[in-house]
């Protein structure tokens, strides 16, 4: 059958571990056996095999390459190294959870109240001293949260995410 012929066809490519089956001689085997040929072979059909397997051949080459990579950047971690890394990165997301849970809500009701105090500033004395300092407190309310968050999240993080 066909697929015992392509068995009989099989090559191995050292290093790779992969069997390839070309087209040319699969249709060789058929010719040589004096059976009709499936397909016609032509030299551009050999040629576009061959040329399609060395692609194939440079991909592997590629992927193998690729892999080995890793796997030495890997390798080279100790176990007690990607642990630490897991860990750090679980803290941090914590924090960013208690950021966007607790402390950003938080400050949306004291941006509201600041709101509040503006418009009645405005109405009730405008003048009164005491304005002035209740705006220093959302200042400092303010500032106070830019600096935990940075000290939270890391600066970098807390500009770009």
Not at 85 to 90: D, M, T, Y
Request: one cysteine or more; hydrophobic letters at 45%; charged letters at 20%.
């Amino acid at each position: 059958t066909n697929q015992e012929d392509l068995g009989a066809n099989c090559t191995s490519q050292p290093g790779f571990g992969v069997t390839v089956v070309t087209e040319h001689d699969y249709e060789a085997d058929n010719l040589q056996r004096d059976e009709a040929p499936t397909s016609p072979v032509t030299p551009m059909s050999v040629r576009a095999s061959t040329v399609t397997n060395a692609v194939a051949m440079e991909d592997i080459a590629e992927i193998l390459h690729a892999v080995r990579a890793l796997d030495g950047k890997l390798s080279r971690r100790t176990h007690h190294a990607l642990e630490a890394e897991r860990n750090h990165k679980q803290r941090r997301a914590r924090r960013v959870q208690v950021v966007e849970q607790i402390i950003n809500p938080l400050v949306c009701v004291i941006i509201l109240v600041n709101a509040i105090t503006l418009g009645l500033s405005i109405d009730i004395e405008p003048d009164w001293v005491g304005w002035i300092v209740i705006d220093a407190l959302f200042v400092t309310v303010y500032v106070v949260e830019i600096v935990f968050k940075w000290c939270m999240m890391g600066i970098h993080e807390f500009f770009c995410g």
